[in-house]
Every structure is written in structure tokens, then in C-alpha cells.
């Protein structure tokens, strides 16, 4: 059994996300102060310079789906 809390899971997994963007060419920053926007919370925001694209991100760590994603192009 794993003795991670929740928290540290939820860290662990957006650190992933953004270590595999930022391999991709985005620029990724955690966004600030996650926790205060419930259901709907952005955990991080990429930016493609090259494609002139924003990413809105929210890391969900399930056993079936590691990552839920809202993106927005522009």
C-alpha cells in the first residue's frame, strides 16, 4: 500500500505532466493557489510559443485515466 497522501500523489503527477510538455517544447508554469477553485481548478497552464497555443490543465491521478485536460486554442 502506497503511503503517499493525496496531495503529494497530485504533485508527483503534475510535475510528470509538465516535465513531458516542457520535453514537447511548452513552457509550463503550476498555476497559482490551485486548491481555491474546487471542482474546476486549473493545476497547471503550458504555452506552444510554436503554435501560439494555451493549455488550462488539471491533473486528476486515477486508476483508469492519469490525466484530464482542457485545453484552450487561440
Known sequence: RNSMNKSAKGATLERAIAHKL???G??????AASKSYGPGKIDLVAIDPKRREIWLLQAKNHKTRALQARGSEG
Do not use: I, L
Not at 511548452?26 to 498555476?31: D, H, M, T
Open 22 to 24: 516542457v520535453g514537447k
Open 26 to 31: 511548452f513552457s509550463v508554469v503550476k498555476a
